[in-house]
């Protein structure tokens, strides 16, 4: 789908100043050359994001991460190389360098390598580190095809690289190790427990609203229909309630689905943790298609991936208040 003949237009497009979304394990990420102050103040201008919220730093090897960083603690930089490629941030001291339209004036700096062929053969073509915030309007749900990208973006990203859809479908981890002890800033596709195996440290997790993360935002992930996050036995009940005041009602929920009223949008959840991960923004996209004004979620179990999983769905209801 991705020829290298792509791969050189985009990677010659950043180092124009140009903006490239580009596939990742996770979902698809709208890129910037993370030198280019000019590409930044565009990056942000397109995502329609307040400019004081920090960008993640894409490099294509765990060796980079001192280009970015200042004082790498030594479980960043275990984790880092035990964990990357793969859907990982961690949070440093910023390199003196680094310029303040990644780290939103802040003091640290977010660095992941993405576990993605096309995403590390651009990384490899161009160089220099990308700057790639989720490929989607501020506050909505990230994309995880690159159909997805140009319905929220259209134009306004020059060069778009289609691998087809993301295979884990939720966000990375986000570590920070600036402080005494490890904390997850956001749950994503590494786990808790690895980080805590890898790093042989407890790791806390920070829950609720932390500004400098618009990621952890009271609603955010969030499509156009309300998301209310429920129990498996109270679907029927309000599923019936809410179209009886007229409302139009989608069901997400894994495994077997009680007996519904006629006339509810069912969307297809799978059973399992990280399949559920990976179609979970394409059934809330597909939500709205389908005209759904409340959509009725049951989380997966909360192991593994289901634990960002269920964040992202609080988070898309808006009820993730510090
Ligand atoms: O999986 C991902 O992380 C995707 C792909 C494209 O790599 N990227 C992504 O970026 O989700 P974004 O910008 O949509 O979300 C990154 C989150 C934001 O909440 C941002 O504020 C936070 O990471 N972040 C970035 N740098 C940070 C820093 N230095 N300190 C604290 N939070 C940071
Ligand atoms: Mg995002």
């Known amino acids: 789908m991705t020829t290298d003949a792509d791969i050189s ?59 970015w960083a200042a004082g790498v603690p030594v479980a960043a930089r275990r984790l880092g190389e035990a964990l990357w490629p793969g859907p990982l941030t961690l949070v440093v001291r910023r390199a003196a360098r680094v310029l303040d339209g990644v780290t ?5 700096v977010g660095v992941r390598v993405p576990d993605q062929p096309v995403a590390l053969a651009l990384l490899r073509a161009f160089g220099g580190g990308i700057a790639a915030p989720s490929a989607n309007r501020f506050g909505h749900v990230s994309p995880t095809t690159a159909g997805d990208v140009r319905a929220d973006l259209g134009d306004d990203v020059d060069v778009v690289l289609d691998d087809g859809p993301c295979s884990v479908g939720v966000e990375s981890t986000i570590v920070d190790c600036t402080g005494d002890e490890l904390v997850i800033l956001r749950p994503g596709g590494v786990t808790r427990e690895r980080v805590e195996d890898v790093s042989g440290q407890a790791v806390g997790v920070r829950s609720g609203s932390l500004v400098r993360a618009p990621g ?59 399949e559920y ?44 208040h510090s």
């Open 9 to 67: 237009r985009a990677a010659e497009t950043l180092r124009r100043g140009g903006l490239v979304a580009f596939p990742t394990e996770t979902v698809y990420g709208l890129g910037a050359d993370a030198d280019d102050a000019g590409a930044l103040a565009r990056l942000y201008a397109v995502k329609g994001r307040p400019g004081e919220h920090p960008v993640i730093v894409h490099v294509g090897a765990a060796g980079q991460l001192d280009d």
């Open 104 to 108: 939103g004036g802040g003091d640290t």
């Open 216 to 274: 952890t935002l009271k609603s955010h992930y969030a499509p156009e229909a309300t998301v209310l996050v429920v129990d498996r036995q109270d679907l029927t009940e309000r599923a019936t309630a809410l179209l009886a005041s007229g409302e139009c009602v989608g069901v997400l929920a894994p495994g077997p689905i009680p007996i519904l009223p006629t006339g509810v949008v069912v969307l297809d959840a799978p059973t399992g943790a990280d």
């Open 277 to 320: 991960a990976r179609v979970l923004y394409a059934r809330l996209r597909e939500a709205d298609r389908r005209g759904v004004d409340v959509l009725l979620a049951v989380p997966p179990p909360e192991t593994g991936v289901g634990v960002a999983v269920g964040d992202r769905l609080r988070r898309a209801a808006g009820r993730e």
